[in-house]
């Protein structure tokens, strides 16, 4: 621990803030130096910028998706009926998750009666103005629920970004 303690104080990330006498080598107390730091990526041992964001997608996707299955429970009669759906739309064959083989029409989450949640994802095809457009609103929105602070706790993701040139999406 001493020479951790150490490393610290050289790089200048923590700072001793006092020390209590006692027979032998006084106890020395340490803080951070600051309420922050940067470490720059390329100190650290991910390879590609990606893991660096997947640092926080992580643990955050978990919790979302045990939030989406908890609330998706309510909707169904029986576990059993959910299950991985195949169907072709237009010249794809696509998947989703769903209680039976019928469509589920994510606008039945609007119900009254059913629970708050939303979690789609997909492509859009858009102009970069429309894109600006949607950013904008959708951080208009957020925006408007911050600040408020009611009871229950919900998880929320917004994401939007142009697709990278023979990438996946």
């Known amino acids: 621990m001493h020479h951790r303690v150490r490393r610290l104080l050289a790089a200048g990330l ?3 803030v006092r020390q209590e006498a ?8 340490y803080r951070a130096a600051a309420q922050a730091f940067v470490v720059p ?3 650290t041992p991910l390879s590609r910028l990606e893991d660096l964001i997947g640092l926080h997608e992580h643990s955050f996707q978990e919790a979302f998706a045990r939030a989406v299955v908890q609330a998706g ?3 169904v009669q029986d576990r059993q009926d959910i299950g991985l759906r195949l169907y072709v739309n237009g010249d794809e064959v696509v998947s989703d ?3 039976g083989t019928d469509a589920f029409d994510w606008r039945d989450l609007l119900r009254p009666e059913a629970p708050a949640l939303l979690a789609n994802r997909g492509l ?3 102009t970069r103005e429309d894109a600006k457009a949607l950013q904008t609103e959708l951080s208009d929105v957020l925006a408007r629920y911050l600040h408020k602070t009611g009871p229950d706790p919900y998880l929320y993701r917004l994401g939007l970004a142009p697709v990278v040139r023979g ?3």
């Open 14 to 16: 923590v700072q001793e």
């Open 22 to 29: 006692r027979r032998g080598r006084p106890v020395r107390h």
């Open 41 to 43: 990526y390329h100190c």
């Open 73 to 75: 429970l309510t909707l």
């Open 97 to 99: 998750i769903t209680p």
């Open 124 to 126: 859009l095809q858009l």
């Open 167 to 169: 990438g996946e999406a």
